[in-house]
């Protein structure tokens, strides 16, 4: 079965510093891995996805990923947070792009001014 | 392109009564749809999975009696909450998956905020 950790409920972050947000998987074949946005009472917004190739993804709105095999995870990095920035992200795996996701729980970033 | 949108956006209703949420994809033919349901400050679970022209798929423990799901055309699904309880308070939200130039693709709806009374 294919699960989704994200080890951080919460992270807060002042405003211009860097932003990683952890994630883990478990999947038993080559994963989909994709990161989404959700801001309050919205639907979800996509930041980025890996299906394969070069390990290192990048993003709309500044944001990259990097995905590491060995590690399990996909973790997702900006380097300079912006106060827009402050919402729920979401870390998923699916065994395709048009295939049923699994969610992580999430992480809620609130921005510092 | 590949707007997906959810109707009503939000919905409030008695306990007892059913409520039916619309899910289309504007700008594509979605042969397969997605129903997740997201708990207050919680992640989004999987409820089932709609297939045009077929019966939904439900994911273990969603009651599939309760919780109707219609797949009649290539652009819309319907989620219809059967006799609905203050349990079955919750954000809606749905995707549609979508083929292009032989790679798949899933794109979310805004969600449906359902509160029962």
């Known amino acids: 079965a294919q699960s989704v950790t994200q080890p951080d409920i919460h992270i807060t972050v002042s405003e211009g510093a860097s932003l990683e947000l952890r994630c883990n998987y478990s999947y038993g074949a080559t994963p989909y891995l994709f990161w989404y946005v959700q801001s309050p009472g919205q639907g979800l917004q996509l930041l980025l996805k890996?299906?394969?190739?070069?390990?290192l993804v990048q993003g709309i709105k500044g944001f990259e990923a990097e995905f590491k095999r060995s590690q399990s995870s996909f973790n997702l990095r900006k380097p300079s947070v912006h106060w827009s920035d402050a919402a729920e992200y979401f870390c998923?795996?699916?065994?395709?792009?048009?295939?049923?996701?699994?969610f992580g729980g999430g992480t809620r970033v609130l921005v510092k001014p | 392109g590949a707007v997906v949108s959810q109707h009503p956006s939000r919905v409030i209703c008695k306990s007892g009564t059913s409520v039916k949420i619309e899910c289309r994809s504007l700008?594509?033919?979605?042969?397969?749809m997605f129903w997740y349901r997201q708990f207050p400050k919680k992640s989004l679970m999987l409820m089932a999975t709609s297939n045009e022209g077929s019966k939904a798929t439900y994911e273990q423990g969603v009651e599939k009696d309760k919780f109707l799901i219609n797949h009649a055309s290539l652009t819309l699904s319907t989620l219809t909450v059967t006799s609905a309880h203050p349990e079955d308070s919750s954000f809606y939200i749905c995707?549609?998956?979508?083929?292009?130039?032989?790679?798949?693709?899933?794109?979310f709806g805004p969600g449906t905020r359902l509160t029962v009374l």
């Open positions: 700008d594509f033919q979605a042969t397969t």
């Open positions: 995707s549609a998956g979508r083929r292009l130039a032989g790679a798949d693709e899933q794109f």
């Open positions: 998923a795996v699916g065994a395709a792009a048009g295939n049923k996701l699994t």
């Open positions: 890996y299906f394969s190739g070069d390990t």
